[in-house]
Every structure is written in C-alpha cells, then in structure tokens.
C-alpha cells in the first residue's frame, strides 16, 4: 500500500457523518440486530450500538490483548450516553446486558452449588466466591473482592452513572478518584484494610457503561475531573436528535437475538491470546494520528481528547477485530487493515461526540440542554406573549396542556409578567 492509497483510506473515514453512531463497523449480524431493533421497540440506534460495543468489551476482558509494537492495549472501554429524561436510554442497555445477566446467573448457581458443599465438608478448603460479570451498587472494597475473584474483568454498570459517581469517597475520603484513574489502563489494583488482609489484583479490566441527562454533565467535569483526565477517559455517546420510546407491541425477532446471544458467548469464551499488530495497521494509525496531531495542537480543548483517542483507537480495533471473529466462529491472532479504519471512524464519531459534550459543559447558553422541539418552540415565541395568544404555536410543536404550563414556569427562559398569562422571553 503506497501512501497515496493510505491517504485516500484515512480521508475516507473523515468523510463519514458523525453525527450518528457508525453500525456498519459491527458483523452484518448486529447491524441486522440494531435496525431490527430500532424498527419494532423503537430503540435509539446510538444507545443500543453502544450497549453492544461495551458488554463485547466485558466479555472479552482480560483473555485477549493487542500488542501494538510499542505497548499492549486491553478492550476497556468508559462510555457514557446522554440524553434527556424519557428518551429510552434504559432499554437498549438492559438487552445488551443480558447476555452477561445470564452467565452471571449461571456462576450464582454454580456458587450456592459450591457453598453448599463447602458448608457441609471440613472447611479446609479456600471458601467459594461468586464470579460476577456486572456491578451497579458496591464498595470499593467489594470491587477488589469481585476483581481479585475474576480473572476476566467485569463492566460497572448503572443507569444513572452520576449516581456511581457520586458516591466517590463515600467510605475512604479522597481515593477513589485515582484509584479509577488506575484502572482506565488495566494496572495493577491493591486495597489496603484496617480489618482485613490487603487485596492485590496484578492485572485489572474494569469496563463503565452509564446514562446521565444533559444537565448533569457540567456536575461531572467538577472535583477536578476535567483536569485530570478522568472527563476525557470517557467516550461519549450524545446524539443530536433522541425521541422517547413509543410502544408499538412489537418485538425483536428471536434470530436476531439468538445472534446477539451467540456472539457475546463466543466472545466470552475465546482462549488466551495476543493480537499483534502488522506493518500495515501500523501505517494507517501513524497516517491518521500524526495528521490529528498536527489538527489539534494549537486547541487546547481537543488535544486531551486527541490524547485519549489515541488510546481508544486500539482498544477499539481489537474489540471490532474480535466481534468480526466471533461472528464467523473463527479466531487468530491478526489484525485486519478493515478493523483498524473502522476504529478510526468509530473515534472520529467520539470526538465529535466529546466536543458536544464539552461544549455543553462550557456553554452559558440556557437553551443547550433543551430539546430540539422545546428550541423551535421558543424560538417561535415573541418577545413578548399572552398564553392564550400563542397556543397555535405550541401546538404546532406538539405541546399541550400540562407541557405547556411546565415549558412556561422555566425561570431561565420566561418572565411572568402579569397574572392574567402574560410573560416575557428572558433569552
């Protein structure tokens, strides 16, 4: 492959729309899923593709690494999808998740099986330990436990990822911040105890998968997490457009999600291996990250993003290379030229994704965490109102009765001029 041609590659990639999740980088297979998806439940595309993206991640965990000539790269992947209340960020996580509920469900059994045994024999034996997959409410203690426990990792998952963050420091003040920071890169995780032994994991792979409105997102860059890295170890997932479920009484066909099933299976159990780069996958990164270097140096906003997308292009390109083997059923150890430019155009969808986010964090603007629809409304409204002058307007854009009333009482956006329904725009 001559230069030229490898131009030609990476420009192509640039060349995507961003503003939409990038399916076709997923096996022929998961497409079917997310468009089958998408048209009986109602699924956001982006929410759904990035449930998937982050339970292969988890599945593979700590058997499959990739070696990129310079450093070794495990699939740990933060994501975070925003969207207001309603637009049905729960659902789609809760499919792409099941897969790994079940084996979780599978190790429970097997563990009662085990305790029980345990309980009725001499206990001279080390007790049994239930291997989880998935957490949402734990300690930090409790995550070392389940860490020391697993030898594949497992993912952090929670609806409200706020919520997880919040309770940061909540037994130990001032740790676990950085102790997060540690594990974006699979080092080794140590927990000392006052009333216990001292917990050391010498090889991590902790996967965050979680939602959060809009409005939040400023909460999460305080504590100094916009400065030290932690903001930027996330890849977001913000589309532009989110509409709430409607509920059709449809649902995903069964091959669809015995495909789905079967993947995140095979994933689960592939053998210990490492992927090594080639020459040629070599020359596509260093094609596209020394011309992004030179793109972003002067912005000292997107630099740490670049930084971060450097990283995540090969934890991507293996995760794209190992969902494309499991799908066939076959595995090796190469990476292909496609799975790496598909991992560009994924990143490329993130940074774009990363600068809405911080954007919002940034803006003053008070329409910025609004949606489309209230935009256009108010946008449409004059100046200067009476509520019943303008209801043509509001139903123009779907808004009625209560809507309206509460759209009306956002002190941000309106006065309440006179009692008798009369406001003014503040914006």
Not at 104 to 126: M, S
Request: hydrophobic share 35%; proline share 4%.
């Amino acid at each position: 492959m001559d230069l030229e041609q490898l131009n030609d590659m990476i420009d192509g990639e640039y060349a995507e729309d961003f503003t939409h999740f990038p399916t076709h980088v997923f096996p022929v297979q998961i497409q079917e899923l997310i468009d089958n998806a998408s048209k009986t439940i109602g699924f956001n595309k982006d929410f759904f593709s990035a449930g998937i993206l982050s339970m292969s991640a988890t599945a593979i965990g700590n058997s499959v690494s990739l070696h990129n000539g310079s450093y070794f790269s495990k699939p740990i992947l933060w994501q975070a999808i925003i969207g207001v209340r309603g637009t049905g960020k729960t659902h789609p996580l809760n499919f792409a998740k099941k897969p790994l509920e079940e084996i979780d469900n599978a190790a429970y059994i097997e563990y009662k099986q085990n305790l029980d045994e345990y309980n009725k024999g001499d206990k001279k034996n080390e007790k049994p330990m239930y291997k989880k997959m998935l957490l949402a409410d734990f300690t930090p203690e409790k995550l070392a436990e389940n860490l020391q426990h697993n030898e594949k990792g497992l993912a952090i998952v929670n609806d409200e990822l706020m919520k997880w963050i919040n309770s940061f420091d909540q037994y130990n003040k001032g740790g676990d911040q950085q102790l997060y920071l540690n594990l974006f890169n699979g080092n080794v995780l140590t927990v000392d105890r006052v009333s216990k032994e001292p917990t050391r994991v010498p090889e991590t792979n902790v996967n965050i998968l979680g939602g959060m409105q809009p409005e939040l997102l400023k909460l999460m860059a305080l504590n100094g997490r916009s400065d030290d890295g932690f903001l930027d170890r996330f890849l977001f997932v913000y589309p532009d457009n989110a509409e709430p479920i409607l509920f059709t009484g449809l649902d995903i066909i069964d091959f669809h999600k015995s495909n789905y099933a079967k993947l995140i299976n095979n994933l689960y159990g592939a053998s210990q291996r490492i992927i090594h780069a080639s020459a040629s996958n070599i020359a596509i990164y260093k094609e596209w990250q020394h011309k992004k270097v030179v793109e972003c140096q002067r912005d000292n906003l997107e630099a740490p993003i670049q930084a971060k997308l450097e990283t995540y292009v090969w934890r991507l390109a293996l995760v794209i290379e190992m969902m494309h083997q499991a799908s066939n059923g076959s595995f090796n150890n190469e990476l292909s030229d496609e799975s790496m430019l598909k991992a560009i155009n994924l990143v490329e969808y993130f940074r774009y994704n990363a600068l809405k986010v911080h954007d919002n964090i940034l803006s003053n603007n008070p329409l910025a965490n609004l949606s489309e629809n209230q935009i256009n409304t108010y946008k449409e409204l004059p100046y200067e109102f009476k509520r019943e002058d303008v209801l043509s307007i509001f139903t123009k854009h779907s808004m009625k009765g209560g809507t309206i009333g509460r759209f009306l009482s956002n002190k941000i956006l309106f006065v309440h001029v006179k009692s008798d329904g009369h406001y003014r725009k503040k914006h």
